[in-house]
């Protein structure tokens, strides 16, 4: 997911939901303009192939954007 600068503060101040979970997004990181985030619940195990690549992915921490 990618929210602006101001959606991210509006999430965090509950007053907007990027999702029906009871369970807040995961940030993997940010830079000037916009907020890189992992919807909640995308490590729930399916029936779809490549989850275990992509959770293998996540753990392995790839995402390099410059954090401010």
Request: charged share 25%; net charge negative.
């Amino acid at each position: 997911m990618v929210l602006t600068q101001a959606q991210w503060r509006l999430l965090q101040d509950d007053k907007i939901s990027v999702s029906a979970a009871p369970i807040p997004a995961d940030k993997l990181g940010k830079n000037r303009k916009y907020v890189f985030l992992l919807p909640p619940r995308w490590d729930l195990p399916s029936d779809e192939n490549g989850f275990e690549e992509v959770l293998k992915i996540i753990n392995a921490h790839p995402f390099h954007a410059p954090c401010e």
